[in-house]
């Protein structure tokens, strides 16, 4: 710059110092000795130091404190051969403001050619990289908060997540419950969903188990948006703000170990029964005769004659009790055939006049298409006829309607068909149907209590169903059978 005339190389340090103060980085210059020559703007700024309190200290006045001890060797060591590099590339550097308060940067150091080693001067470049260091843990937390959603979200299991009432239920969930995570917003709408009549008591027992902290899983019969019931078990876990619930449909599990103490059960009867109904058909058949045989001298005694035929209505229902006992625990073999379901319970109902009576009852047959599927045709007219008798049986002396509907369904995810058959007679209490299901319960008084067991036997060895459709009056049975695929 010497040869240069002095205006140019005035002006030529004008621009030098525009340019140094235009720069994003802060500059600062230092000399042998690692002192400060000269600072830009932005360095003023970030460090919060004029440049006069900076001009002549050494570089360290900028180097964090707890660093400090460990810069004076390095630097000079660089001092003695310096290069043009990054520094900390494989650490994160700070440094230090006036007010002791520290900010991550990058520097880069690069030595300015002097004619003489005593003139070396060595420029360092600095950015405050905070902006970028906190968008960089923003993304990487986005990041992981992504990869935990989508976890949780293709868990197999049911998982969800409750702080403040609301509720956040992954994908599972909406498997297994039929409803979607809009739905299951609220723990409101979790325990009325799915737990219908019995949601307070449910929410009851989840508030005593919170406030125990969860001390057991639970094993729950929720009604899906489809009015199928499931059971599943549920796990929870937390503290007083947030807590985490697995969900496991374990329906099938249930439904296996039902079978086998069904199956232990019905054999111990059958057993039992076969044993009775041997020892008994004797002495009934004998009742029977000597009734016969006095019902014909007594016929100039009507009061005496009364007395005999209902001493052999008794021995009949004594038999019809046998014979149900036995047809509901000997074992099931089917014959399955290809069947138009529509003529089945055409047939069945007609058949049963005799129970019709005088009631004016309206049969209605709503079916969209004819239903056909393999069924055992005298099994399942049996489950007709058992579940057709009880609508009748609920009707009042006046009579009602019985409707029979049959719709594509599903049924253990298989494609399958459902029969609906519909009463608007007296309906059931929550007792009843809860026990609907159970042997010899009943609340007639010739009731035997196994028309609906056996019917459910003969839909379970069809690998179908039966169960209480969620009608608001009257009775709603809902059959289901699996369609066969090709
Ligand atoms: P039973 O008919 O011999 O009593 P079921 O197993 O067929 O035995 O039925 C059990 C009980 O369920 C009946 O006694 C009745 O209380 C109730 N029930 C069944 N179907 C209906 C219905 N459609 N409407 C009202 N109650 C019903
Ligand atoms: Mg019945």
């Not at 047809?327 to 379901?341: C, F, M, T, V």
């Amino acid at each position: 710059m010497s040869n240069l005339p002095a205006d140019a190389s005035h002006a030529l340090e004008e621009r030098f110092r525009l340019l140094l103060e235009a720069s994003p980085a802060g500059v600062i210059l230092v000399d042998r000795e690692a002192r400060i020559l000269l600072i830009n703007q932005r360095v003023e700024s970030w460090f919060g130091y004029s440049r006069d309190e900076l001009i002549g200290q050494f570089i360290e006045v900028l180097v964090p404190d707890s660093v400090r001890p460990h810069h004076i060797p390095l630097r000079d060591g660089y001092l003695r051969a310096p290069t043009v590099r990054p520094i900390g590339s494989n650490r994160d550097l700070h440094a230090r403001r006036k007010d002791g308060s520290e900010f991550p940067c990058d520097i880069s150091l690069h030595p300015l050619p002097q004619k003489d080693d005593d003139d070396l001067q060595v420029m360092v470049h600095i950015v405050d990289i905070t902006e970028r260091k906190r968008l960089e843990a923003e993304r990487r937390q986005q990041e992981s908060h992504r990869r935990l959603r989508f976890m949780i979200d293709n868990l197999p299991a049911g998982a969800v997540y409750v702080s403040d009432q609301t509720i956040a239920a992954n994908r599972a969930t909406e498997g297994i419950t039929g409803y979607s995570r809009q739905e299951l917003r609220t723990i409101e709408n979790w325990f009325t969903q799915l737990f219908g009549d019995r949601a307070a008591e449910v929410q009851a027992q989840y508030n005593a188990d919170r406030a125990l902290r969860f001390p057991a899983t639970r094993t729950l019969e929720i009604i899906r948006k489809d009015g199928q019931r499931r059971w599943i078990e549920h796990a929870a876990y937390g503290d007083d703000q947030h807590e985490v619930w697995l969900l496991h449909d374990v329906t099938e599990r249930i439904r296996a170990q039902y079978q086998v103490v069904q199956g232990e059960r019905l054999a111990a009867i059958g057993e039992m029964m076969t044993a009775l109904a041997h020892e008994s058909r004797n002495a009934l058949q004998r009742s029977q005769a000597c009734l016969e045989m006095l019902e014909v001298d007594l016929e100039s005694q009507p009061e005496a004659l009364d007395l005999v035929r209902r001493a052999q209505r008794a021995v009949d229902e004594l038999q019809r009790l046998y014979e149900e006992v036995r047809e509901y625990a000997a074992p099931l073999r089917l014959e399955l055939q290809e069947s138009n379901l529509r003529e089945l319970w055409m047939e069945v109902w007609s058949n049963l006049a005799p129970s019709i009576g005088t009631k004016q009852i309206a049969f209605h047959d709503d079916c969209p298409f004819v239903p056909a599927a393999s069924v055992d045709r005298h099994r399942f007219c049996q489950v007709l006829r058992n579940v057709l008798e009880n609508s009748i049986a609920a009707l009042p002396s006046a009579g009602g309607i019985v409707s029979v509907t049959s719709l594509d369904a599903r049924l253990h995810g298989k494609p399958a068909l459902q029969i609906a058959i519909r009463d608007n007679g007296s309906g059931m209490s929550a007792e009843q149907r809860a026990r609907l299901f159970e042997p010899f319960f009943t609340t007639k008084a010739r009731g035997t209590g196994l028309g609906m067991p056996i019917a459910r036997r003969i839909m379970e060895a069809h690998r179908g169903e039966i169960e209480l459709g969620p009608a608001e009056s009257g009775t709603e049975i809902l059959l289901r059978l699996p369609m066969a695929t090709t």
